[in-house]
């Protein structure tokens, strides 16, 4: 139970970060009282380096001498975890660690309920949400890559006067300058775009149904677990923060390589899953749909205490109370959202409030004759051979298309569905979310919007 004290100290922490003053922010984070009584060790001064290792800034490569592969402590760590994850929580873990949300410091002498919220959303899955056991989860998940495909995954660097963000870009052997679709994945925390690739097998199903799949990494330099700043309010924003940085990629990408620009969707997963909604409110004219795994809305946290709540399921700063929470936004641009009922990092309940923000654009825009006409909702329960059982409801516009898919899979956690245990946070017991982002991708492009 966290008190209305504790409350208080977290939103001041985030103020004071907001203005600059991140060694006063450390201090109230470890329950230091404003006037600075408490010892200030050396690893903490301001002028030191946040955090140990090797960053090579502006790449998803990095090479850090916390990170290990090896075997795995008790059950409680998966062993391509960085120890100091789990380490940096404890008495006399190391102090000087950034936390997820960027907030330095926030990893120390930080009240147990608050770590355990962070430590759920930098990855380290309890033991009730990993997807397979420890013996069947690679040694190196987050530099995992797939066996090696006909097509050419390439890496590259974007610039605008935004930033700087590099990229993966698989490009499938069938490519031969004509104008195909062009799909954007956006990691979770704490992976890359090689990690990311190989769990959702994108790029498999690239070469076999002929799309380019565009990977967009997060540098620890932007965000210490390489989460994209979706709770942040400068990167909810069109033409500025990451979704300018992201949009402005995508289009160098389409002009570059000949592109159909009518045919370019996103898709992510978790803190992934919430910037590419933001992308789908913030760009309509660019992304034809987008797909949101174990995602949040877009606008429903501008700081630490609002995500937090958010990924909690509620409001306020810890959230938890089940109210609904709008953020005022809506899109008309398609959606498929996945989410597993058995998720502790990212409450279910997100998956209805992202819904709630694209059909209630397309309640809005739909005519009296439209709304008459229109095939309504499907609810189609299924099972998946020796996997997950699921419920998908479908949304369907006035020519009995569909517009909006919201899958709920029974009994899955923090993982993408369908995935391959090649990369990291994936439950291969399905239903298989690429394939079927893929589908409903493919059903719409720019310009087929009127009738929704």
Known sequence: MIDANMTKRMEEATRLTRA??????????????????????????????????????????????????????????????????????????????????????????VPSAWRDKWLKFRGALTQTERAQPESAQPAHARGATEEA?????????????????????????????????????????TQNPDDFAAGTNMNRLAEEQLCCVLYPAQPMTANSSKCWN???????????????????????????????????????????????????????????AVGVHSGLPHGVAQSLPDALGAMQG?????????????????????????HGDRDTTVHPSNADRIAAQYAAARKGSETASEREGNAGVTVERGQVAN????????????KGEPRLEQWRIQGAGHAWSGGSAQGSYTDPKGPDATREMLRFFYLHQQGQRSAS
């Open 230 to 288: 979706w709770f942040k309010a400068e990167d909810q924003q069109r033409e500025g923060g990451e979704p300018a940085i992201l949009a402005g990629m995508t289009r160098q990408i389409i002009d570059t390589h000949g592109l159909d620009a009518s045919r370019v969707y996103v898709a992510g997963l978790s803190a992934g899953g919430a910037m590419a909604t933001t992308l789908a409110m913030t760009y309509p004219d660019l992304f034809a």
């Open 387 to 398: 996997g997950h059982a699921y419920t998908r409801t479908t949304h369907h516009d006035a």
């Open 149 to 189: 495909l006909p097509g050419t995954f390439t890496a590259g660097r974007f610039t605008n006067q935004v930033g700087t963000r590099d990229y993966k870009l698989y490009i499938p052997s069938g490519h031969n300058g004509q104008p195909l679709p062009l799909i954007v994945m956006l990691h979770g925390c």
């Open 20 to 109: 600059g003053k991140l060694h006063e922010a450390m201090a109230i984070l470890r329950g230091a009282m404003p006037d600075g009584k408490n010892e200030t060790r050396e690893e903490d001064a301001p002028d030191k380096p946040y955090r140990k290792g090797n960053t090579f800034e502006g790449s998803w490569q990095v090479v850090d001498e916390e990170m290990t592969a090896s075997k795995p402590d008790s059950g409680s760590r998966r062993t391509d975890e960085p120890r100091a994850q789990t380490d940096s929580f404890s008495a006399a873990g190391p102090a000087n660690q950034a936390s997820t949300w960027g907030v330095p410091g926030s990893d120390i002498g």
């Open 314 to 338: 509620g409001t306020g700063p810890l959230g938890g109370s089940g109210a609904e929470r709008t953020s005022g936004w809506a899109s008309l641009v398609p959606a498929i959202i996945f």
